[in-house]
């Protein structure tokens, strides 16, 4: 682990490279823990599996978030976006994304603060933005898993 603060961290990794060479994710913190329960609920046995005092923790992370979002929302497993933003920002190939306009609602009555993305085809030739639409749910696996059995073995 580096003992720089966080922000100083990011910011000599940031100046220390050339423009657009740095990705930066930002996350919620819990929900990046929440990993792949959603799309694959398999992973959780297969992060249990590897035994590791990180992996454990995962599980029961996974496990407290799985039940909280079906008792709270109904979904079976909790959302994994931003552990899915980090796995494109490492191999591109695990997520498949297409060009549309993505905008923040800020007048709709119904639908006031949320993300709303125009898939309508085609995109204007100035749209920037990108929506994830296709996740590899195996490749995705086995990134968190590499993850999970490499913890603390890279320094910076």
């Known amino acids: 682990m580096d003992s720089r603060h966080a922000v100083d961290l990011i910011i000599d990794l940031v100046m220390s ?21 959603r799309k694959e609920p398999r992973i959780v046995e297969r992060i249990a599996a590897l035994g590791t005092g ?5 599980v029961e992370l996974l496990e407290f978030f799985g039940e909280t979002y079906q008792e709270a929302q109904g979904f079976e497993s909790p959302p994994v976006h931003d552990s899915c933003a980090v796995a494109y920002v490492i191999d591109p190939s695990i997520v498949l994304t297409v060009r549309v306009p993505i905008d923040i609602e800020l007048a709709g009555a119904l639908t006031l603060g949320m993300t709303v993305a125009d898939f309508r085809p085609p995109a204007p030739a100035d749209c920037t933005t990108f929506a994830s639409t296709t996740l590899d749910r195996e490749q995705f696996g086995d990134l968190v898993v590499d993850a999970l059995e490499n913890i603390g073995k890279v320094t910076l």
């Open 17 to 37: 490279h050339e423009p657009g060479e740095i990705p930066l994710v930002p996350t919620a913190g819990l929900t990046n823990i929440a990993l792949a329960a």
């Open 54 to 58: 990180p992996a454990l923790f995962e």
